[in-house]
């Protein structure tokens, strides 16, 4: 079957640098709500039953249940593509088994001066300085109950919660606090953003002291028990790692998510200028996919020992393939979420990587996905 995104479309999109990666990102988000936001016929219901015939992948044993929510699939959409939540309704019936939405602050901020969004080609690789452009936590609130209201999320949605840029550190308690009051009666999980490399100071907060107290208080205000995550940097070291590791564990933290962008740029081997003049790989932003696999893989690894299989880990960076996925689960990441892989794979690719996991359940003799996190680490 001729996967058309792979064949003809990316060519044309990734042709140079002609056409602004960020237009084409805000091109697709306006396509997929026009999709789901409107009456389910004509135009609508055609595309809609094309993606859930190409998309979906149904296998019982890719089921687990995990925080008391249903996912009929381990593969999920990382926070970033959708920050305002606006597709919110696509991606059940893109083939997901969870999305997650944001990263959203407490105020509204329109991000990084442009351009701030550059592809690698030749590294498949995506390196971004959006710094948290958002409409805010009081209007994502807004969209989502409207959502809501029309139908319940039909896969479990995650939230990712980072801090706004006028915000002074100091004061990064209650802001994560109060984003967090705003939206705790509309997502199935939270997740705290203290590792993005592209708001000032923010992945200070990953240092014991500093982060202690939001995830204190964030649980504090957690009324309804909602599974609370947090989401490390790639580039710490081993024993910040831990410690972090060892902080979710004393705050009741459902799980972690390994991880996010890394500020590494060696053996890049894209040679492109960039609208700003100088090479892409030399523009300051946080690098995702291929790049990223082999220490994203590692970390899991790492939190999985560590912790000894008893924190949930979400694996995320440089997920590509259906052995990418099985390699990240095999390490210790009982759920796993992409974005570049996607932008590069396309839509296909959540069937491609589903009936590989399953197949690789067939030729390991294993009964279902959950047999099979961390068994390289046993």
Known sequence: MVDAYRELIRPFLFQGLKADPEWLHLRALKTLTWLTSGPTQGIRSTVRQWFAQHTHYCDPRLHQSL???????????AAGFDKDGTAALAWPWLGFGLAELGTVTLHPQ???????????PADQAVLNRMGFNNGGAAALATRLQGYWDQQPPAIPMGINLGKSKVTPLDQAVEDYVSSFRLLRHLGQYFVVNVSSPNTPGLRSLQSQDQLSPILAALQAENLEDKPLLVKIAPDLEWSE??????????????GIIATNTTIQRQGLATQVVSSTGQPVTAEAGGLSGAPLRQRA???VRFLYRHCEGQLPVVGVGGIFTAADAWERITAGASLLQVYTGWVYEGPMMVHRVL?????????HGLHSISDAVGIECD
Do not use: C, Q
């Open 241 to 254: 790692i831990a410690a972090i590791a060892d902080l979710a564990i004393d705050h009741g933290l459902a």
């Open 67 to 77: 925080w008391g929510y249903d996912f009929a699939n381990p593969l999920g959409l």
């Open 297 to 299: 893989t590692e970390v």
């Open 355 to 363: 009936k590989g996991l399953a197949d690789r359940l067939d030729s």
């Open 110 to 120: 329109l991000g990084n001066p442009r351009p701030r969004l550059f592809r690698l």
